[in-house]
């Protein structure tokens, strides 16, 4: 069974291939949103890397054309700014509204609904996968679709 590097529900194409076989990572992104962001300087980014393979991996930066990018940590009520986060084998990393998330900063454009984001997600095993961002509204609820 060859795994491939499939991204699912974005539209996007990856930079890599991770292999074949079950003992590796093998990654889909899903979900990928941004909402308008409010201030000039300033986004957040939500997605969903699902890992299907035997093998965890580990998002270790974020790059992006539009500013500097960051993955923050939810912890209780506290925020913080980490470094690398796992993708669990047979598991998911969830970036959400509330809970952990990308954070845009010094921001050289602010985009706006209807636009795409070009996000770089590097990962230690499994390299560089390429995701466009769609940008939402300010107010968008991904279980609702508004």
């Known amino acids: ?19 074949s076989g079950d003992s590796q990572a093998e990654l889909s992104v899903s979900g990928a949103y941004m909402p308008q962001p409010v201030s000039d300087s300033m986004a957040a980014g939500f997605l969903t890397v699902t890992n299907k393979g035997g093998t965890k991996d580990e998002l270790t930066s ?62 230690a095993e499994s390299g560089t996968v390429t995701v466009e961002m769609p940008v939402k509204s300010a107010t968008y609820n991904p279980k609702t679709g508004h």
């Open 1 to 19: 069974m060859t795994a491939a590097l499939v991204l699912t529900g974005c539209g996007s194409d990856a930079d890599s291939d991770t292999g």
């Open 62 to 123: 974020v790059t992006s054309d539009v500013g500097e990018v960051t993955a923050h940590e939810t912890v209780g009520a506290s925020m913080r700014e980490v470094k690398e986060l796992d993708v669990p084998a047979h598991g998911q990393l969830v970036f959400k509204s509330g809970g952990s998330h990308l954070m845009f900063e010094k921001l050289k454009r602010q985009p706006k609904q209807g636009e795409k984001v070009t996000v770089k997600l590097h990962f």
